[in-house]
């Protein structure tokens, strides 16, 4: 772990690392985002920081090199899977520079509690996917489309949602039915 190497964002980091601990997500999940927002999980961009001779190219969007700002923010391919719910509940949103201000500034205003409380997963479950998808694509040469990796997410996002008792939340299922539609 590159503790080393953590990052200081304009944003307090504290911030973001506190509400990882109060988002309702499993441990193993908990432990994935603590590493993205501290900069700290392997991307190209780590081991180019571990002195390794790397030519780096995003796996997801083949384009750009891969840091961690750019797979899990600022990717083209990334991107579809933000704006997928950031269009849905029709929030205006500028994307930050890296990961840890995103989890600062994540606030849902507006909504019930519950609507709040799946609201919160998303950032989690976006991360954690894209990160499947990229070891996918690394390490077993098999690549999905943006439409099979939004699914997935929302797949993991209702499951997620499942464990805690919110599967219901009517505004997630209207989400999934809109999904569905292909609206
Ligand atoms: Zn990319």
Redesign the pocket.
Known sequence: MLLGEEYQSSFDNSLALELIWKIKVSLKVACFTWLVIRRACLTHEVLQRRGIQICSK?Y??R??RETNS??FLH???TAQIWSMFLNFLEVKWTMPEHTADLLSCWIRRGGSKRQKTWWNLIPHCIWWTVRKERNSRNFEDISNSIHKVKWNCIVSLYFWCKEIGLEDSDQLLEFIRILASGR
Request: charged content about 10%.
């Open positions: 995003c997801m969007c384009q750009k750019h797979l990717c083209t391919f």
